[in-house]
């Protein structure tokens, strides 16, 4: 099956720093990656989806200029976390479709966002 | 609007069957998933309906009656590793670019 990888899997940050998180596909091309974030007990949120060449579309209640993200090529998108708080702590997952892979979204395995 | 539906939590006995329910309002219906999710980990998918019936895979089957706006997820032969939440998912072509809606999960636990 497709793998999809996230780097750093955790991270501790000092608030009001920022946080770039990778999410990479690493042996299919992704037409379409998105960003979802996870609050313990809770279902995952769309934050945003991203195709490759284009600009992020950002879910009703996402600061796009907080939550920066970037889709340079078929095979890496990143989110940055712009001057981080605690609030902002949360477990980030990637996810990416394929043209090969309309039927399923493979996963990431998540980051987990400590802010201090 | 979207709305997706399932159980909190579940408790089921190992060796046993469970099914764990999934109904679904949303404005447009392109597939339903079923994920497994361990405490702390990303997602893993599970299985896909489009059309209605029964689609098995292993110890694994999912239901689905789009008329109804529901599906199941039935795990036969329970063992302790099966223990995990379980998020179903509404692929909704107006949503966009395979966009997918999760509803809150089921936590299942599997006990001796």
């Known amino acids: 099956g497709a793998v999809v990888s996230q780097h750093p899997s955790w991270v501790i940050c000092k608030s009001g720093t920022s946080v770039k998180i990778e999410c990479r596909s690493l042996?299919?091309?992704?037409?379409?990656m998105f960003w979802y974030r996870q609050f313990p007990k809770q279902s995952l949120m769309l934050m945003a989806t991203?195709?490759?060449?284009?600009?992020?579309?950002?879910e009703q209640g996402v600061e796009k200029d907080k939550f920066l993200i970037n889709h340079a090529s078929l095979t890496l998108s990143t989110l940055t976390v712009t001057s981080a708080h605690p609030e902002d702590s949360s477990f980030y997952i990637c996810s990416a479709n394929g043209a090969d892979h309309y039927n399923e979204q493979f996963f990431g395995p998540g980051t987990r966002l400590t802010v201090l | 609007g979207q709305n997706i539906d399932q159980p909190t939590e579940m408790t089921a006995t190992e060796g046993a069957i469970v099914q764990i329910n999934c109904t679904y309002q949303?404005?447009?219906?392109?597939?339903l998933f079923w994920y497994q999710q361990h405490a702390g980990e990303a997602p893993t998918f599970l299985s896909y309906?489009?059309?209605?019936g029964l689609e098995e895979k292993g110890r694994f089957s999912s239901f689905l009656s789009r008329s109804k706006g529901y599906s199941y997820l039935l795990l036969k032969e329970l063992q302790m590793k099966d223990s995990a939440s379980y998020l179903c998912?509404?692929?909704?072509?107006?949503?966009?670019?395979?966009?997918?809606?999760f509803g809150k999960g089921t936590k299942l636990s599997v006990i001796p």
């Open positions: 998912a509404v692929r909704d072509p107006g949503a966009g670019s395979y966009q997918l809606t």
């Open positions: 309906n489009v059309l209605d």
């Open positions: 991203s195709n490759e060449g284009s600009k992020a579309t950002y």
């Open positions: 042996d299919f091309q992704a037409t379409t």
């Open positions: 949303t404005s447009g219906f392109n597939g």
